[in-house]
């Protein structure tokens, strides 16, 4: 038996799990567990808010395929950590959250009166996968290990475990045995296919004539990108994606056609006799699986394979559902098709559309603006800009639809946003926990000004720890996305005059608290110690990227772009139909 504190416990079971790396702001409440994280190898970032510290373990899972680790102190600073724990459960991204609470005695329940106490299990039970409270010392090994396991199984989420603040920081006896290999207390093998649903399957898709591969975050998250690749040059099957899916494939191959591309996919998905999903939910943004964005079930066949037995047939009705670890499956589909020489290739249908897309988005972006730059341009040229292997983060309304509309994908898994929730502000700490997951690789986020001015505190955190995020904030001083809801569902008409026949908008006056001040954010990075770059017209956005890169700091630049033109983004209609409910 060994005396030694609950916080100090968890940080030497954290570090048999493998993790490396825990984001949060330190607290005397769990001082025994973030004072003993570097005597076991473990390194602590942290940032200026909680929910960033959400926001950063679960960009560095999503980009490195581990357990993120955040913490947030008792109280204020889990409040502080909600908005956090909202997005990053609602992303299925695996992050397991460690929060202190008051001592025992005065807690679950709540004496009356208790300072800096809520119900903390029971607020963030309802927006995780799992969230509970550790009663003793005794059952801190035990409870953790459930955790870990927890966090391991089925769709990743956000798992909580909550420790009072005397089991942190006071000693108690734990035998060594407690601290374990992650294989003594969980399964550490994927989940593989039933070997007759893997001959099924391929049946399946050699019988048909048009296959369809949709791919989700499930596929990247089980990092199946080298069998997703393979199985569709086998077939010649195109591979269209869910947008937390996009990354799965290079946009450069052949057979990826890429998320923005909204009527190739609509007509690829009506096309297909047969639909394997990997990994989607088929949610709302891929308009739940239904006509007239898909084909109808009657019409096209569905193979729907999932790690989340919840998932299969949640949406859309399937005729083969298959619980299994995708990269396992696919793998396993791979032999098997390799094995029967398929009859024929599907003949591409698909590409020139995809040239007839890309051309009419580059001949908008060619337009001539009446202020600063045109959004697109500056979405479109940044990649020629920035090495080829940057990974790239897209933060915003408006911005972040122009951003995936220009961008094209030159890797796997290189692009981070919230894709389910589309929470502003969170692309900050995005980027940052991208940066320190892949700390040899430059990391540029496209932001908007408005998803900017929630968590501008954090370049400070970029200097402090020595992340260069390159931050491209696209500046309108409006909450365009807003804005041009407000322009259409107040003087609809005018709206559309004035565009047509000046390109301009309603005055702030017709509008409701639409607009926003001036901040040069240039000025903000270098209050802070970073870099800062001011951009107005054509012909600067080159050379301060490049003094951005050259000056190795974390950096803000400030481009100015046309107010007007950025609220008229790409696919507006589309976008809206989404949020309605489809007719099939």
Known sequence: MAAMTGGELVARMLAAEGVDTVFGIIDGTYFGFYSSLRKVGITLITPRHESTALHMAGAYSRATGRLG????????????????????????????????????????????????????????????????????????????????????????????????????????????????????????????????????????????????????????????????????????????????????????????????????????????DLVMVLGSRVGETDWWGKAPYWGRPGQTHTIQVDIDDATLGGTRAIDVAVLADIKVFMG?????????????????????????????????????????????????????????????????????????????????????????????????????????????????ALMGDGAMGMHPQEIETAVRNHLPVIFVVFVDQQWGMVKMNQQFALKPVKTVTKKMLSNSALGPEETINADLGPIRWDEMARAMGGFGAYVSRDGELEPAVGEALASGKPAIIHVEVDPVVHMWAPALRDFKDMHGEPKG
């Open 332 to 444: 396993a589909l791979l032999v098997e098709l390799q094995r029967r020489t398929p009859a024929s290739r599907q003949s591409d249908t698909w590409s020139a559309m995809i040239a007839e897309q890309r051309a009419s988005l580059a001949k908008k972006a060619s337009k001539p603006v009446k202020h600063g730059l045109h959004p697109g341009k500056v979405a479109g040229s940044m990649q020629g800009l920035v090495p080829s292997d940057s990974l790239w983060v897209f933060d915003g309304g408006n911005t972040a639809v122009w951003s995936h509309f220009y961008h094209r994908t030159s890797g796997v898994n290189t692009v981070f946003t919230t894709f389910k929730f589309g929470m502003l502000g969170a692309g900050v700490g995005q980027a940052l926990g991208v940066q320190v997951a892949h700390p040899d690789r430059r990391v540029v």
């Open 69 to 272: 680790v955040a913490m947030a102190s008792n109280g204020p600073g889990v409040a502080n950590a909600l908005p956090g724990v909202a997005v990053e459960q609602g992303e299925g991204h695996r992050v397991l959250l460690i929060t202190s609470a008051r001592r025992t005695g005065i807690s679950y329940p709540e004496r009356g009166g208790t300072f800096q106490y809520f119900d903390q299990v029971a607020s963030i039970s309802g927006m995780s996968k799992q969230s509970q409270a550790v009663p003793s010392h005794e059952r801190v090994p035990e409870m953790l290990r459930r955790a870990l396991r927890t966090s391991f199984t089925g769709r990743p989420g956000v798992v909580h475990i909550d420790i009072p603040e005397n089991i942190m920081n006071t000693d108690s006896p734990y035998g060594e045995g407690e601290i374990r290999p992650p294989h003594t207390y969980r399964r550490v093998t994927r989940t593989a296919a039933d070997a007759a649903q893997v001959q099924q399957v391929a049946d399946m898709l050699l019988r048909a004539q048009r296959p369809l591969i949709h791919s989700g975050f499930g596929a990247i998250h089980a990092s199946a990108f080298d069998e997703v690749r393979e199985v569709a040059e086998v077939l010649g099957a195109p591979v269209v994606t869910s947008w937390a899916g996009r990354g799965i494939l290079p946009e450069s191959h052949p057979q990826m056609v890429a998320m923005p591309f909204i009527e190739a996919n609509k007509a690829l998905r009506n096309n297909a």
